[in-house]
């Protein structure tokens, strides 16, 4: 779960070979545009001794006024871009370059650890687990409401499987879009084969794409994560990087009855917990119903859930079962 002071060390090489990287790229468009079109800088160098006669003047009787300075400097930046331009380049074509534009490739703003910078510690930690690897063709666009039957109305609720699951569908597309401002948690429950991996994946790729930092981890996983964890207490030096705290999104699928029998529970219950009171996003997918959630993971943590989850139900026919008819 945490980064050990070499994995951290390797990550921020390659934050500097990005930077060098991308400087070398700009520099060498420099060269290039210093043979081909020498105007441009011309217009560098007015723009240097323009800022240069201004800092002058401040020092003097004779201050030069500041918004004047700046409407010359802004033509000159004009003119560089039209120079730019009619040369069919564009016209950020020697700004510098960012991989991350939030944090200019330094994994970090403000002190804060940048999203690009969580989720290449993912990368590292959980190299199996990368989203983006895994599922190409994942989407909201291409889940069905074809597999869910219409008329199987629920006794009590008299909602039909297709109303569960369009539900959840239209709920899941409003929380990627409203993630920003909204967050929130998400249970998606219901029985085997009913989409709520897939769904819970697609939440995972669309947030990715907006550039937060997401880990997706089932179950077995975190069990694992809790696992590995007790074992390498304090054996090596290691950077604070509590990813199960600190991803924008958690999403863990599948939970089911693994942390029964072990002494785990209470770590899933702070992991819940501190993600509630931290306000960041979880996801979580499971077979089993409300009663046995309270049974496999005590009435504390099905009341935190009730409590700050959207329960989202899927009822019907097991897919995979259905597309092999
Ligand atoms: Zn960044």
Redesign the pocket.
């Known amino acids: 779960m945490d980064l050990t002071q070499s994995e951290y060390d390797s990550i921020m090489r390659e934050y500097e070979e990005r930077r060098l990287y991308n400087a070398e790229v700009i520099r060498k468009r420099r060269l290039e545009l210093e043979e081909t079109l020498p105007a441009y800088f011309e217009i560098d160098k007015k723009i240097s001794s323009a800022s240069m006669d201004y800092f002058k003047s401040q020092l003097t009787s004779n201050k030069m006024d500041k918004e004047e300075y700046h409407k010359s400097i802004q033509r000159f930046t004009k003119e560089k871009e039209s120079i730019l331009e009619k040369a069919g380049y564009p016209t950020d074509y020697l700004e510098p370059i960012y991989?991350?534009?939030?944090?200019?490739?330094?994994?970090y703003?403000e002190g804060e650890k940048?999203?690009?910078?969580k989720q290449a510690a993912i990368k590292k930690l959980y190299p199996h687990t990368n989203l983006s690897n895994k599922y190409q063709n994942v989407s909201f666009k291409h889940f069905s409401l074809d597999y869910y039957d219409r008329n199987d109305n629920d006794a009590k609720t008299n909602l039909s499987s297709f109303d569960y699951a369009k539900n959840a569908l239209d709920y899941c597309q409003d929380f990627v879009k409203n993630f920003n401002s909204t967050g929130g948690n998400i249970l998606l429950y219901g029985n085997t084969g009913l989409g709520k991996t897939y769904l819970s994946t697609c939440i995972g790729l669309e947030l990715l794409e907006q550039g937060y930092s997401v880990l997706y981890l089932t179950a077995t996983q975190l069990l694992d994560v809790f696992e590995k964890k007790m074992k390498d207490r304090g054996t090596s030096a290691r950077q604070d990087f509590m990813l199960l705290s600190e991803v924008d999104l958690l999403i863990i699928d599948d939970l089911g009855t693994e942390f029964q029998n072990s002494f785990n529970i209470p770590n899933v219950l702070d992991c819940i917990n501190n993600r509630i009171l931290s306000e960041k996003s979880t996801v979580i997918s499971t077979n089993l119903n409300l009663r046995d959630l309270q049974t496999c993971y005590t009435e504390r943590f099905i009341s935190r859930i009730v409590e700050n989850y959207k329960l989202l139900r899927l009822t019907g026919k097991d897919i995979r079962i259905q597309k092999n008819l």
């Open positions: 991989d991350c534009k939030d944090c200019k490739d330094t994994g703003i940048c999203h690009c910078l």
